[in-house]
């Protein structure tokens, strides 16, 4: 990442620790060499405030290893893949996965995608995956472990109130531009809307964000791909269950 990437990142994570209130939570220890992060979305879009927890959490590890974030498609459609590549994103796909961690670089991933990211507001303390599991088998091809990032809380920045999972069907939204869902949501400053937050930047409500990175995690003997991917999104899912068990909307 260049310098002024890099300072604005800075200074957007250190405005949203301030405002989220942000706490972490980390391993006794980590891998030595790349790993993949995978990790949850709180509301997931252009922005997503669970890639400033990562950022955060991550100055806390003390790494200086580059991570690659793999990044949905509709960033390079909506001609912002450019910008998005100066942040270390990427178009999120299997080589580009590999190669970057042959290449001695972290990756982060958040597999549920948009069915993650627009969940509504029922379902915010849930990990939802759809089943997805070529997480499982990049880190399996490309011989790394897992490392599984849980943050709480970005769900609670605004009122989703419909995942939109039949709107964009309907609109061919999920042929045209890969999103499988096309949410109604209440936010500031745009109130009552269909499918504009996620796309545009939205004043997030002051939600306390927590967030914890477990163990890493590695496929055992003989273990499939489906299985390896369902062990650790059982036990991203256990987490954030744990994690929220107690919690008070906004007041973390």
Same mark, same amino acid.
């Given at each position: 990442?260049?310098?002024?990437?890099?300072?604005?990142?800075?200074?957007?994570v250190?405005?949203?620790?301030?405002?989220?209130?942000?706490? @972490?939570?980390?391993?006794?220890?980590?891998?030595?060499?790349?790993?993949?992060?995978?990790?949850?979305?709180?509301?997931?879009? $252009?922005?997503?405030?669970?890639?400033?927890?990562?950022?955060?959490?991550?100055?806390?590890?003390?790494?200086?290893?580059?991570?690659?974030?793999?990044?949905?498609?509709?960033?390079?459609?909506?001609?912002?893949?450019?910008?998005?590549?100066?942040?270390?994103?990427?178009?999120?796909?299997?080589?580009?996965?590999?190669?970057?961690?042959?290449?001695?670089?972290?990756?982060l991933?958040?597999?549920?995608?948009?069915?993650?990211?627009?969940?509504?507001?029922?379902?915010?303390?849930?990990?939802?995956?759809?089943?997805?599991?070529?997480?499982?088998?990049?880190?399996?091809?490309?011989?790394?472990?897992?490392?599984?990032v849980?943050?709480?809380?970005?769900?609670?920045?605004?009122?989703?109130?419909?995942?939109?999972?039949?709107?964009?069907?309907?609109?061919?939204?999920?042929?045209?531009?890969?999103?499988?869902?096309v949410?109604?949501?209440?936010?500031?400053?745009?109130?009552l809307?269909?499918?504009?937050?996620?796309?545009?930047?939205?004043?997030?409500?002051?939600?306390?964000?927590?967030?914890? $990175?477990?163990?890493?995690?590695?496929?055992?003997?003989?273990? @499939?791909?489906?299985?390896?991917?369902?062990?650790?999104?059982?036990?991203?899912?256990?987490?954030?269950?744990?994690?929220?068990?107690?919690?008070?909307p906004?007041?973390?």
């Amino acid at each position: 990442m260049d310098e002024l990437p890099r300072r604005i990142v800075g200074l957007t994570v250190a405005i949203a620790r301030l405002y989220h209130r942000m706490e @972490s939570h980390l391993p006794d220890e980590m891998p030595d060499g790349p790993v993949l992060f995978v990790a949850n979305h709180g509301f997931g879009g $252009v922005f997503d405030l669970n890639v400033l927890a990562f950022a955060s959490v991550y100055d806390h590890l003390g790494d200086r290893r580059r991570v690659t974030i793999l990044t949905h498609q509709i960033a390079w459609t909506l001609k912002l893949g450019r910008v998005a590549e100066k942040f270390d994103a990427t178009p999120a796909n299997h080589h580009a996965a590999v190669d970057a961690l042959a290449a001695e670089s972290h990756v982060l991933v958040f597999p549920g995608g948009d069915i993650d990211g627009f969940k509504k507001w029922s379902d915010r303390n849930k990990v939802l995956f759809a089943g997805r599991t070529g997480f499982a088998r990049v880190a399996m091809d490309a011989g790394v472990p897992i490392v599984p990032v849980v943050t709480a809380g970005a769900g609670e920045s605004l009122l989703v109130l419909n995942q939109g999972t039949r709107l964009a069907r309907l609109t061919r939204l999920d042929k045209l531009l890969r999103m499988k869902s096309v949410p109604t949501s209440l936010s500031v400053p745009w109130g009552l809307n269909v499918g504009l937050v996620g796309l545009l930047p939205y004043v997030p409500l002051p939600s306390k964000i927590v967030t914890t $990175v477990l163990p890493a995690m590695r496929p055992h003997d003989d273990e @499939s791909v489906d299985t390896f991917a369902a062990r650790v999104h059982r036990a991203m899912d256990d987490e954030l269950e744990t994690m929220t068990r107690s919690r008070t909307p906004l007041l973390g």
